[in-house]
T-cell receptor, first 115, second 109 residues
Framework: ETGVTQTPRHLVMGMTNKKSLKCEQH?????MYWYKQSAKKPLELMFVYSLEERVENNSVPSRFSPECPNSSHLFLHLHTLQPEDSALYLCASSQDIGSGANVLTFGAGSRLTVL | GQNIDQPTEMTATEGAIVQINCTYQ??????LFWYQQHAGEAPTFLSYNVLDGLEEKGRFSSFLSRSKGYSYLLLKELQMKDSASYLC??????????WGAGTKLIIKP
């Protein structure tokens, strides 16, 4: 059991559905991240939040909408997705962003399949 | 552009030693990380190198040469539970993490 919990672990949705992924961290960290992991490809950073402020948005399509209501919770709202959005979505947290070792603690991910 | 290269897949025998290489070309350098990811699980932190040389942590060691843009992860006395993907990541001058695609390590008895 890591200090970062993601739900649901698996999600199947149609292209017209609206769903949300949830991430919760119990580590007292100030920064939270959404990553996309596709088979045999590098991790793709999607969004970064520091103290509930979005500090990074890596040209992610608007069909992905993040929300960070407090420093312990992070959501990824999904709507009108495409089949190529099928992937493992990883949430991570770290003490802060930037300098030092700044180790990321990851959740186990939400496996998304878009039909 | 920025790039991290590591082998896609490696196979090794239980009890042996394996070295997983990582080469990088990035805009600046502020540290190199190795993470382990078992299938269906979260990536977990293994090591962090910011200065040249070898960092040893039990059966795992990580080496860095900044002048060569090169690192390796050395796993000794391999166990079946070491079967996993190993991810190399470099933090660039903007403190962005650049990730490799990962090396899938298969351990055979």
């Amino acid at each position: 059991e890591t200090g970062v919990t993601q739900t649901p672990r698996h999600l199947v949705m149609g292209m017209t559905n609206k769903k949300s992924l949830k991430c919760e961290q119990h580590l007292g960290h100030n920064a939270m991240y959404w990553y996309k992991q596709s088979a045999k490809k590098p991790l793709e950073l999607m969004f970064v939040y520091s103290l509930e402020e979005r500090v990074e948005n890596n040209s992610v399509p608007s069909r992905f909408s993040p929300e960070c209501p407090n420093s312990s919770h992070l959501f990824l709202h999904l709507h009108t997705l495409q089949p190529e959005d099928s992937a493992l979505y990883l949430c991570a947290s770290s003490q802060d962003i930037g300098s030092g070792a700044n180790v990321l603690t990851f959740g186990a991910g939400s496996r998304l399949t878009v039909l | 552009g920025q790039n991290i290269d590591q082998p896609t897949e490696m196979t090794a025998t239980e009890g042996a030693i394996v070295q997983i290489n990582c080469t990088y070309q990035t805009s600046g350098f502020n540290g190199l990380f190795w993470y382990q990811q078992h299938a269906g699980e979260a990536p977990t932190f293994l090591s962090y190198n910011v200065l040249d040389g070898l960092e040893e942590k039990g059966r795992f060691s990580s080496f860095l040469s900044r002048s060569k843009g090169y690192s390796y992860l050395l796993l000794k006395e391999l166990q079946m539970k070491d079967s996993a993907s190993y991810l190399c990541a470099v933090r660039d001058s903007n403190y962005q993490l650049i990730w490799g695609a990962g090396t899938k390590l298969i351990i055979k008895p």
